[in-house]
């Protein structure tokens, strides 16, 4: 729906009443109200005046508002509509009112209600940011359709071949085995997608726990690099793995670690570069300057066609992904890096992406050492 913004204000005489001076001892009390709260909140006396505002609201509308009609500083059908109401009886009412500031748009919520002070009737409106929910909103009802999509291809395919194998191909043995194979690899697909799915909502869920086990990352690195053997065998690609000597353990969730540099190494021989080498490093010793205190830190690198720069801040998006056709065609998800995100949150570390297009990318898990 257009926002209809109001363009006859005029209609309401501009002329202010009273000067900030001659407030009375109620008005004083309610200006001392309304500056104890956090949110924008407004009062509107008789005749449709502004008789208070607090700074939040001052912030949000302008200052130097009081006495002045209130549909000429808020100026959106809908508000108005609801403030209407409520002086002309209704016990409450709401509405949603949009502000434009540096070109950031903020959807608010605003709250209408009656009250009186000194004697006088009064309208109170106060603002709540929703911005947030609104982003939320989008953010689930998008993985939802994200979700779906991904679920839809391989189903889709799979209902194809059963049709076919029941139909025109129940006598061809030839035919089925291939069949077979494909839905083999569509269903493969999707139970690698569930259990994704299944990761990252354990991941978030736990995230605010930090795990409190020790883990000696030299050991999860040769685990990792080992379980990874094949698949870079298979790929022609080389694993290097250089682990600096005696490093503490540090607190960690091991199954949840090797699960990042089983992703990591995993991305590293699938988008690096075929025949080259992968190098995994772990190191420790230099601060980062976004931890507090030593860290400990694992770097995959590949020599592959790198990453543009501007892919790399939503690389741990959920499903975000370069080339989908290619992730799909080497059976990737596009949420391995959304649940590494994760699992470097829980651990008070974080991921870092460097890469330099035409040479390989760097993927950085760095963890405090304590
Ligand atoms: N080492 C890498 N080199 C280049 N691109 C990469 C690398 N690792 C990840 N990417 C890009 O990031 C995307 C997201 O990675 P990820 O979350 O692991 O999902 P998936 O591997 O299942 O597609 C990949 O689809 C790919 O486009
Ligand atoms: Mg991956």
Redesign the pocket.
Same mark, same amino acid.
């Given at each position: 729906m257009a926002t209809k913004w109001l363009t006859n204000a005029s209609q309401y005489d501009e002329t202010l009443i009273g000067t900030p001076g001659e407030k009375d001892d109620a008005m004083n009390d309610l200006d001392a109200t309304l500056a104890a709260l956090s949110i924008p909140v407004l009062a509107i006396g008789q005749a449709g005046r502004i008789v208070a505002m607090n700074a939040p609201a001052e912030v949000l509308l302008g200052g130097n508002m009081s006495g002045r009609h209130f549909a000429t500083v808020l100026r959106q059908p809908g508000v108005i509509d609801a403030i209407e109401g409520v002086q002309s009886g209704a016990p409450s009412a709401e509405a949603g009112f949009i502000s434009h500031e540096g070109g950031v748009e903020t959807r608010w919520r605003t709250n209408m209600a009656n009250a009186s002070t000194g004697g006088e009737r009064i309208t109170v409106v106060s603002f709540l940011d929703e911005t947030w929910q609104a982003d939320a909103d989008a953010m689930r009802r998008d993985f939802v359709a994200n979700v779906s999509h991904e679920l839809k291809t391989p189903l889709t395919a799979l209902l194809g071949f059963i049709e076919t194998l029941q139909g025109p191909a129940r006598d061809d043995p030839v035919a089925r085995d291939k069949f077979l194979a494909i839905m083999a690899r569509e269903a493969g697909r999707m139970d690698r997608l569930t259990q994704d799915l299944l990761s990252l909502s354990r991941v978030e869920r736990e995230e605010r726990r930090r795990p409190d086990a020790q883990v000696n990352l030299a050991d999860l690195v040769q685990a990792a690099a080992m379980a990874m053997s094949p698949a870079a065998d298979a790929a022609n690609v080389t694993l290097q793995v250089k682990c600096a000597p005696d490093l503490p353990a540090v607190r960690g969730d091991a199954d949840q670690l090797s699960q990042v540099l089983a *992703?990591l190494i995993? *991305?590293a021989i699938?988008y690096g570069l075929e025949d080259g080498t992968v190098q995994i490093t772990l190191s420790s010793g230099s601060t980062d300057p976004r931890l507090p205190g030593p860290v400990q830190r694992i770097d995959v690198s590949d020599q592959g066609e790198g990453i543009e720069p501007h892919h790399l801040a939503r690389l741990t998006e959920r499903f975000y992904r370069i080339d989908s056709h290619r992730s799909r065609e080497v059976g /990737?998800t596009g949420l /391995?890096?959304a649940i590494a995100k994760h699992i470097a949150n829980r651990h008070r570390g974080r991921l870092e992406i460097a890469s330099t297009p035409g040479e390989g990318s760097v993927f950085s898990l760095i963890l405090p050492q304590d």
């Open positions: *992703n995993e *991305n699938k /990737g /391995g890096l």
